[in-house]
């Protein structure tokens, strides 16, 4: 299965670091160094990758900014692709090239992908990329939404089945909410709408018109008004045609074809080519005979009443009184008034749906205050668990006395669920407020995490929790400063231990100073300063073999050469291998 892992970082002008290369295992990357040498800058320019606040103090001495690119693969479809893609960054080969520069002003700038984003999405990808656990920074698990994620995690099927039918419950209350709101809360002005409505459908029913009777109506206006027009003009025309009976002497249309006619029938039986022009005179003489007919019928027929043409006016009038209002034509109104009465009929059927969204609104309530209970039960067996597990892997770290427990809460709320006999808020994952607490020995109070554990003791504790939550957490890169911080002996290998555990599921980053840590890394990088004061190129390098020898002999008894560190040295060695 691919996996997000940072496969390097650049760091230029940072503090000590004129210009080195971190490159990083996909497993437990250890990196140390003497006091001094620029160890720090490591979580620093990964902080400053990850959206960290800019400080201009941290721009090398002489230089006007400095800069730290990251290189990370992400799977693809992951959620860090798509919310980087739609920032508009490209990938390069399933790789992710993330940029921060900060002038010695105080100016910060952020690019993705190649492309400039504000530094907000830094922090956004950081949510999903890499937890940092330090002294002076904590990400991740300290975040309460990201401690109860975890803990569901944690408690699988238990949780996630319940879970799922929570959301989809939660989602349709969400909804019914919403619709009973509008329905309720716009309640004077859907009546007035039903109110308008009403007295539109009453005028448009009282009127009955029929489709396409305006069109039809002037029409019969326009022939009305022009009658005596009309008649005489169709009287000229049949004369024109059929020829005057009162006038013998008149010449028709009619006769002068029929004369045409008579002189090719005299002579068509010799040339076909008249014959044809004779057939088309025939023609058209049967269509003057046609029409003449139909023009002394028109002029028969046509109504010249005054009385039809007032009450053709009057019935159009009710009609345009229609159309100002309701539509362009009676087509329009008619349509308006179908539209109009489904929708009085959704408005005048509100009080049923009411009662009906409101009945399945209460059932639904109900079912929530049941699956949020058992959400509830779920988790608090999960986090006897997981606070034993916690509890017992602190005490292989040097911290004995500490006990970790979560505390589970629910705020009372009059409109929320009813959980365990009580009316408690509900979100969308339940009614429960998850929180991590320490104890940091026998008698003191529980507290956050973040309050309860020092400096020191915050970055063993985190670890104790994220080996538990190993698998669970869906972080894919852990970052730890001073996680050693304290501890020795027993103790630190015990350190080294759970990070290579915890190196199995996902890619580990430590900054040491205990070479009972750095033994178990599958890669250790090695800081140090040239002669100058300063961290170059080549100041960053990977240990292996006789050189990793002799830096975890130098950690152990001060001196690279001494023939007994370096003999405890591989003995480390040999043993972390075995226990991994």
Not at 11 to 22: F, K, M, N, T
Not at 256 to 270: E, I, K, P, T
Not at 340 to 367: P, V
Not at 500 to 527: I, N, S
Request: charge should be negative; proline fraction near 4%; hydrophobic fraction near 45%.
């Amino acid at each position: 299965m691919v996996v997000s892992v940072l496969e390097e970082m650049r760091i230029r002008s940072l503090g000590v670091i004129e210009d080195a290369v971190v490159e990083l295992s996909p497993g437990f990357t250890a990196v140390t160094g003497e006091t001094g040498a620029g160890k720090t800058m490591v979580v620093t320019s990964l902080g400053l990758l990850l959206g960290g606040r800019a400080d201009p103090g941290l721009v090398r001495i002489g230089t006007k900014s400095a800069s730290v690119e990251g290189r990370i693969t992400l799977p693809p479809g992951s959620s860090a692709a798509v919310r980087a893609e739609e920032a508009g960054a490209e990938l390069d080969d399933g790789a992710l090239l993330i940029s921060r520069t900060v002038s010695a002003e105080g100016r910060s700038r952020a690019f993705v992908g190649g492309r400039a984003v504000p530094i907000g999405l830094l922090t956004e990808l950081a949510d999903e990329l890499v937890a940092v656990h330090g002294q002076t920074d904590q990400q991740g698990l300290l975040r309460p939404a990201r401690q109860r994620e975890a803990l569901d995690r944690y408690a699988g099927d238990a949780v996630a089945v319940p879970l799922a039918k929570y959301g989809a419950a939660y989602r349709r209350l969400r909804e019914i909410t919403t619709e009973l709101d509008e329905l309720t809360t716009r309640a004077r002005e859907r009546a007035q709408e039903a109110d308008l409505l009403r007295f539109g459908l009453d005028e448009v029913a009282a009127a009955e018109p029929v489709a396409g009777e305006d069109i039809e109506l002037a029409q019969e206006a326009e022939r009305l008004g022009h009658a005596e027009a009309l008649a005489s003009a169709a009287a000229l025309a049949h004369a024109a045609l059929a020829g005057n009976p009162e006038d013998p002497e008149s010449v028709d249309a009619a006769a002068l074809v029929a004369g045409a006619q008579r002189a090719l029938d005299a002579v068509r039986s010799h040339d076909p080519v008249l014959a044809a022009l004779a057939g088309r005179i025939g023609e058209i003489g049967i269509l003057l005979g046609d029409v003449a007919g139909e023009l002394a019928g028109y002029a028969d027929d046509l109504d010249a009443d005054p009385r039809r043409l007032a009450a053709v006016e009057e019935r159009r009038a009710v009609l345009a009184h229609l159309t100002r209002k309701y539509g362009t034509d009676i087509d329009a109104v008619l349509a308006w008034a179908e539209e109009s009465a489904a929708r009085l009929g959704q408005l005048e059927g509100d009080d049923e749906r009411i009662a009906e969204l409101t009945g399945e609104r209460d059932a639904l309530r109900a079912e929530l205050g049941d699956l949020a209970q058992a959400l509830t039960d779920a988790r608090t067996e999960a986090a006897e668990r997981f606070g034993a597990a916690v509890t017992a892997e602190l005490a292989e770290l040097a911290m004995p006395h500490a006990r970790v427990g979560v505390a589970i809460r629910q705020t009372e709320d009059p409109d929320g669920v009813e959980v365990g006999g009580r009316l408690v808020a509900a979100g969308p994952f339940g009614a429960d407020e998850v929180e991590l607490q320490l104890a940091p020995h026998p008698g003191a109070p529980a507290r956050a995490i973040a309050k309860g554990a020092s400096g020191g003791e915050l970055s063993r504790v985190m670890l104790a929790v994220e080996v538990v939550f190993a698998g669970s957490d869906p972080v894919p890169t852990y970052l730890f400063d001073e996680v050693d911080a304290g501890v020795g002996g027993k103790a630190a290998v015990e350190v080294g231990r759970r990070l290579a555990r915890l190196a199995r599921t996902a890619q580990v980053v430590v900054v040491t100073h205990l070479p009972q840590v750095a033994a178990f890394a599958d890669r250790q990088l090695l800081v140090e300063k040239t002669n100058d004061g300063s961290v170059t190129r080549s100041g960053v390098k990977i240990l292996e073999g006789e050189d990793r020898v002799r830096e975890l002999s130098r950690m152990l008894a001060g001196l690279e050469d001494s023939e007994l560190g370096r003999a405890h040295a591989e003995e480390l060695l040999a043993a972390a291998r075995e226990a991994r």
